[in-house]
């Protein structure tokens, strides 16, 4: 499936950094042809908004900011996110495409 580049921005970044050492990290998103998209004041401002939503529908320590911010990050920049969703995503991004991993092996 090709739909386009492949982007991350600062959550995602952040968790994947622990796994790789020195320059590694470069390398792969450049091996990849993985580009970091920053997040935007109307990603950040829709985080904050589902997040809000998440908190009014009595939502527990379950669910933390940084997959708000994710979701919102690719409903923004790419339309689009590769994750693993047991629904998460798709209840609170209605009009994101949610793909999961094994659908594109």
Known sequence: MRSGSLILGECVLAEITPVFRNNDLRTFLSDWGITFVP???ES??????MY????NRKGTSRRVLPDF?????ARC???RLLARDRGYYRDY???LLVI???EIL
Not at 44 to 49: Q, R, V
Not at 52 to 55: A, E, F, M, T, V
Not at 69 to 73: D, E, F, K, S
């Open 52 to 55: 809000l939503q998440y908190l």
């Open 100 to 102: 999961e991993p094994s």
């Open 44 to 49: 950040s401002h829709l985080a904050g908004t």
């Open 93 to 95: 991004f209605t009009d």
């Open 77 to 79: 920049h790419a339309e």
């Open 39 to 41: 997040s935007s004041i």
């Open 69 to 73: 911010l994710i979701g919102a990050h």
